[in-house]
């Protein structure tokens, strides 16, 4: 029976309709109760773009991520006072929750069943995301700091 039905496309007017019967859910355009396939569309359109963008950047992102936080560990390191510990004991926080999540999809990986796919390490999205941007904007802060304290004062000579 699978092998005679047709394939369709997420973003074609048969796949969305496949899709509303799917889940039982309508593509309705808010405020007027109507359903429009441009609408759903539209949005499937908007979805592609975003996770189009996201494949283009995610990489650049995390390893810009990852450089900071190895940036931050390095410069406490060799400098026992300094204002990073809080940011680095909160991203450690954070990769460590990482290191368990793809920990325990591995394991029932291996153990039970296949299990690595997007809807097993969804949760893993959101803290890459905070963890690169944290890391990021924690060494951007601690450069503009360095450059501020090492820029001459033209206004007292």
């Known amino acids: 029976k699978m092998a005679e039905s047709p394939v369709y496309s997420p973003g074609d007017v048969n796949g969305i309709r496949l899709f509303e019967l799917t889940t039982q859910n309508f593509a309705i355009i808010p405020n007027t109760g ?21 494949k283009k950047t995610g990489a650049i992102f995390a390893i810009c991520g990852l450089i900071s936080y190895l940036a931050i560990t390095f410069m406490l390191a060799f400098k026992k006072k300094s204002n990073l510990w809080s940011s680095w004991i909160l991203l450690t926080g954070i990769l460590g929750n990482f290191m368990v999540l793809v920990a325990g999809v591995s394991y029932s990986e291996i153990s039970l069943c296949p299990s690595i796919n997007y809807m097993y390490l969804s949760g893993s999205y959101p803290l890459v995301i905070a963890f690169c941007t944290i890391a990021i904007f924690t060494m951007a802060n601690k450069i503009d700091a360095l450059v501020k304290s090492q820029k001459p004062d033209f206004n007292n000579q």
């Open 34 to 54: 109507k359903i429009t396939v441009a609408y759903a569309s539209a949005c499937v359109r908007i979805c592609n773009f975003i996770g189009m963008l996201y």
